[in-house]
């Protein structure tokens, strides 16, 4: 069996430039990776990405929302995730489950009861053996990824950027919670030093974990 990290934080706090790093060292070390993101990472997923993360559906419910994530899920972890690890590869994924605590539960206020539910029935009984989480000041953050977005040339998905920053910053407060409640599972860093200081810090701690085969306890 592989071993299933897992990257999460906030809007602009960089983990989708450090997972691509660790995804290098590890490949460099000799380690078969998969990476991959979510929602999306295979066709049907990533049509409902599109729909997700595009700011003209504003009038979407949060319950739609948290579905349409839930949906996502079930077909990137049946494609995509669950015959990596199958196959023993390292599996690095850009956000998972709980991204839908942190944004659906403590941004949207939905049910945690609903969410843990749904939660379930997607990953069957598929979980993170690490979770690296990027801990950013809220403001920064955001300030990051809606430069990105205005330098980029893809599809504006920008739904969640426009949130007020309120929502954000119950966002970045449920991550912490849930951090504190799985310390086993999460290694928290902040986002205030360097890319590359950032990046040999989450290696280090990767590497560590691969070699004494350490997995959260479920």
């Known amino acids: 069996m592989g071993f299933f990290i897992t ?4 809007e602009g706090c960089g983990k ?5 790093n660790l995804a290098d060292t590890l490949t460099a070390a000799g380690h078969t990776i998969l990476l991959t993101r979510e929602p999306g990472g295979c066709m049907i997923a990533d049509k409902i990405r599109s729909i997700l ?7 979407m419910q949060p319950l739609t929302e948290l579905l349409l994530y839930a949906a ?9 995730v669950v015959p990596a ?3 023993g590869s390292i599996v690095l994924c850009d956000r998972f489950s709980d991204a839908t605590i942190a944004y659906q ?6 049910d945690r009861r609903t969410i843990d539910d749904l939660n379930r029935l997607a990953c069957q009984s598929t979980r993170p ?4 989480l990027i801990d950013c000041d809220v403001s920064t953050g955001l300030a990051r ?6 330098a980029g040339s893809g599809p504006r998905e920008e739904r969640f950027e426009l949130e007020e920053i309120s929502f954000h910053q119950r966002v970045r407060n449920g991550y912490l919670d849930l951090a504190a409640s799985e310390p086993h599972r999460f290694v928290t860093i902040s986002a205030d030093g360097s890319v590359a200081e950032i990046s040999r810090t989450i290696a280090v701690q990767v590497l560590g974990r691969i070699k004494d085969g350490s997995r959260a306890v479920c």
């Open 129 to 132: 053996d690490l979770t690296i």
């Open 16 to 20: 989708t430039t450090q997972i691509r």
């Open 105 to 110: 539960h403590y941004g949207r206020c939905i």
């Open 7 to 10: 990257f999460e934080g906030i």
């Open 72 to 80: 996502a899920r079930a077909q990137h972890l049946a494609e995509v």
């Open 145 to 150: 990824a809606k430069s990105r977005i205005a």
């Open 53 to 59: 993360l595009d700011a003209d559906n504003h009038e």
């Open 85 to 87: 690890l199958e196959s």
